[in-house]
């Protein structure tokens, strides 16, 4: 029987080390143990396991603006974290997942702001017919984890800006975000804070499942194991090379001639490349299909390509895909 809780905050703000922390903690919860681990991200856009960075994220902006694109192991749609979100993951052995308990922790901690939280269809938390908290799962052979975010007093603006898709006309076979109206609990109960949650929630751990509820210490972690996942999940390979084979099409006026280009991207890189122009310099078409040809799918690698292999028209093919907001 499920005889043990656990508390582990996380230690740091770095997304790719909180996933890892978080896989860590599902493959070690112990057999008749429940983890709650509440952890933070600045200025991130995670995505679902199976989606498609670009058309969910404006990957370019993000990136240059300081921000992070991570892929995490469970499915759902894209999400933006700051430093006014709290997320929570109820990590368990599998017999003992119970999603209606662990959403109860969430609506007890609430209620003590006076904020009465209740379940929609899609196993989201509203308020006040708001959404204020996306959830979704993950199962690993014995184990599984529930997670989700708490919007606290999120800054919206840059929500909106990262996670509208952009003018690319991607036909991806990645899941597509279910848009939702928000909701920051602030706004519901004033006097909530990030900090004043996470306790909320530690003591509605504890009495929802009545046992007490022991803090873990970043000794209990094995640090080796966690740095190895951390290299993971920064790596381009892990957050853009996923098999999701797409297309993308653009296409520009020119004083020389229109273009109309075709990519077809699978794995992040370039397999197959289409260029139709009426312009006078036939070689242009056939000078990109060539180059474009194994080309990371990333704005400055494609503007690298096009300005090597038209020198001149290289400008304004570049402006071109910069205006696809990829």
Known sequence: MLGRLALYQGQGVDPYRNLAVEEYLLQTVPPDCCILYLWQNQNTVVIGRNQNPWKECRTTLLEAEGGHLARRLSGGG???????NLNFTFLVPT???????????????CRSFGIDARRSGRNDLLAG????SGNAFYRSGSRSYHHGTLLVDVDTGP???????????????????????????????PQITVEGLKEALFHAFSAVYGLPCPILGQEALDMDQVEALTRRNRSWAWNYGRQLPFTFRCEGQFAWGNLQLHLQVDGGIVRHAQAFSDAMDWEIAPALEKGLMNCPFSLPALCQVVADCCPAQGAELCQMLTEQEI
Request: glycine residues 8%; proline residues 2%.
């Open 78 to 84: 894209a999400v933006y974290h700051d430093l006014g």
């Open 95 to 109: 017999e003992w997942y119970d999603l209606e308990k662990q959403l109860s922790v969430i609506q007890l901690a």
């Open 129 to 132: 017919g708001r959404k204020f």
């Open 159 to 189: 929500m909106g800006r990262y996670l509208t898709p952009g003018k690319a006309k991607l036909e991806a076979k990645g899941v597509d975000s279910v848009r939702a109206r928000v909701v920051n609990l602030v706004e519901l109960a």
